[in-house]
């Protein structure tokens, strides 16, 4: 592990290349740790990852950069890729807070993904899954339903109403033994709303923030 003098930012390294953990509310580590992964397209400057970093300050929150997007590449690479280049930074952080603390897994479209194929690996307390992409845009028949309903673990899902990855009405039936589902009134695939709707990054930080401190009571 080397930590970046001066800042909140520190490099994990994995065997596809140092990943990067930019963290909030590091205070609260002690209380949990709540790790959120970015998209394919897109890295931890996401509106709906930069919300909940902000906003809940339950336990600490560490922003996670995949080696790829650390090393300045366009492209995702493969799934079992982007798995190798997240679970060291789960063990890194596990390691460091000690086993008592909950560590909670999660990240948005293609970081939902991958909590959810790792998490009960990770042995997370918990799964958050921000715009999960079901299925290809205008692909319903290429469900990734598998990959969230295999979790294993309590799981929240956040969605917004128009997501051409997946709406909400498009989920099929979630155990509700573990897994819960917030479909918000509005936002496409990035949380993003319409001039005549209200914001619903709100409404997510509000949900994300309540479902964790229940999972730490």
């Given at each position: 592990?080397?930590?970046?003098?001066?800042s909140a930012t520190e490099l994990v390294?994995?065997?596809?290349?140092?990943a990067r953990i930019t963290w909030h509310h590091r205070d609260r580590a002690p209380h949990g740790?709540?790790?959120?992964?970015?998209?394919?397209?897109?890295?931890?400057?996401?509106?709906?990852?930069?919300a909940i970093a902000a906003g809940v300050d339950s336990v600490a929150v560490g922003l996670v950069e995949q080696p790829w997007r650390v090393a300045g590449k366009r492209l995702a690479p493969a799934p079992k890729t982007l798995d190798a280049g997240w679970l060291p930074v789960v063990a890194h952080v596990r390691e460091t807070v000690?086993?008592?603390?909950?560590?909670?897994?999660?990240g948005r479209s293609?970081?939902?993904?991958?909590?959810?194929?790792?998490g009960a690996q990770t042995g997370a307390a918990g799964v958050l899954a921000l715009a999960f992409p079901l299925h290809p845009p205008g692909k319903p028949d290429r469900s990734r339903a598998e990959e969230l309903l295999g979790t294993g673990l309590p799981t929240l899902v956040v969605q917004g109403a128009r997501d051409p990855f997946g709406s909400p009405e498009e989920f099929p039936p979630l155990p509700?033994?573990?897994?819960?589902?917030?479909a918000l009134p509005a936002g496409n695939h990035?949380?993003?709303?319409?001039?005549?709707e209200a914001d619903v990054l709100p409404d997510l930080v509000r949900s994300v923030g309540e479902w964790v401190s229940s999972r730490i009571r």
């Open positions: 592990m080397r930590a970046t003098p001066g390294p994995t065997d596809v290349g140092d740790v709540l790790l959120l992964g970015h998209g394919a397209g897109g890295g931890i400057e996401a509106s709906d990852l930069q000690g086993p008592d603390v909950p560590v909670f897994v999660g293609a970081g939902a993904r991958v909590a959810c194929r790792t509700k033994q573990t897994h819960r589902l917030v990035a949380f993003a709303v319409r001039k005549s």
